[in-house]
């Protein structure tokens, strides 16, 4: 094994990190009262501070790649930016996605394999899929049956970017398990680089997904936004998870608690703990976080969706 191969693939390693630790001080100090249920949704709007777009600046997009993007007639980098901003409208989002379904194939599957620093817009697109608003949710979904992700992942692999690994990683990290594998078996590496095929492949499949919960994200629809809700489950009698959990919600909610009453407060909620925030990066890092504490981490949609 070459050491350049060996070096490439020692830095994907590093994408975990991408995946797995999100900026957990999004959400602020939640209003909830020992009388509250389990199933009590937290939520910023309890409180007297007013949600800031703090997550704005994850959707900002390179002057390189925003020239791509323009090449790759996405119809303007403004669609990329609204459709990738959880805090746009709804009703524009969905416009937005008029507008992707009007372009040709090709240029359908240009934009949709168009990378920026937040995600693929094909994943954008599939997460929108999966949405509680069924117009919005047929929109994207219609969108999705026209996606080749094959053709998107040897785009990718054939590229001059220096971070098309990471990108793929990325990419199929954020996919069902079993369709990441079958896109990846059909991906075209090049005999030079079929020794990369099989220590990515390794990488992903053995190394990453069995330790990572599958990120199916469910934006649910509200005034502000779509919003991301995690569901945590844990043994209320497991004095570890408990500790853990307790330390995590605390500097995750932003709580005005001290430890021992955030503790005492895990303790009344019974083994179950729901929480949202309009940033697909809080969900995926307080879901990892959860994980990393032995409990159990799911991404859900909200109350009466």
Known sequence: MH???????????SIICILGIGNLSYAQNQGETPETSNAEMESPEETETTPKNEDEGNTDITQ??????????????????KLQLEWSNRDEKGELLDQLAKLDNDDLQKCLCTNTDKELMGVTVMDLARHTNAELAKKATALVESFDPVFCVNEMLNSTDQHRYKHIVKFLLRIEPDQAKEIFDKVSFSENNNQDKVY?????????????????????????GDRYYVKTQWDPNNEEQLNCLSKLFKETMLAKRSEKQEKDW????????????????????????????????????????
């Open 200 to 224: 990515m492949g390794k990488i992903i499949f053995e190394n990453f997904i069995p330790h990572l919960i599958p990120i199916m994200l469910i934006p649910t629809a509200s005034e502000e």
């Open 64 to 81: 390189e790649t925003a020239e791509e993007d323009k090449e790759k007639s996405c119809g303007s980098i403004q669609i990329i930016e």
């Open 3 to 13: 050491f350049y191969v060996f070096h490439k693939f020692l830095r994907l390693l």
């Open 266 to 305: 895990m303790k009344k909620l019974n083994g179950t703990r729901w929480a949202y925030w309009y940033s697909k990066e809080w969900a995926m890092g307080l879901a990892q976080g959860v994980t990393q504490c032995g409990a159990n981490a799911s991404f859900v949609k909200g109350p009466n969706s």
